[in-house]
């Protein structure tokens, strides 16, 4: 299933190594100016050392030089950690999706990504 998912050509996935170990990874659809993040996990042995944000952001700055307008994603309802790293980088709650993890709800987030207009036409980000 994974294998399919990456070869999608609306995917886009990338890696975070340590050495030659993967600890760590994400990656999202994109559909025109619009994007859904599939995907972020980091090893449990790499957890709370800023792997998960340096991910993120780099996700986020890769959606950005596409011109993406909005972000969306399902977190569980339970994943806190994830919730609270989602909020940090200017994510909101919009909605819930019933039993989305078969047993448990997800909780749906949103970004709204503008990007301006600067000198002579050239876009800037605000």
């Known amino acids: 299933m994974f294998e399919r998912e990456i070869s999608l050509p609306i995917s886009h996935f ?32 790499y957890r709370s050392r800023g792997v998960g944000r340096q991910i993120l952001n780099y996700l986020i700055d890769c959606m950005s030089r596409q011109k993406i307008c909005r972000i969306l994603l399902e977190v569980r ?21 019933r039993k989305y993890y078969t047993t448990e709800d997800a909780i749906l987030m949103e970004k709204t990504v503008e990007v301006s207009v600067g000198v002579a036409g050239k876009e800037t980000k605000p």
Do not use: C, M
Not at 77 to 97: C, D, E, W
């Open 14 to 45: 990338f890696v975070v190594k340590d050495d030659s170990k993967i600890v760590g990874y994400g990656g999202y659809w994109q559909i025109e100016s619009e994007t859904h993040l599939i995907n972020l996990a980091v090893h449990p042995a």
């Open 77 to 97: 309802q339970s994943n806190h950690p994830a919730q609270q790293l989602y909020a940090s980088v200017g994510f909101k709650v919009t909605g819930q999706r």
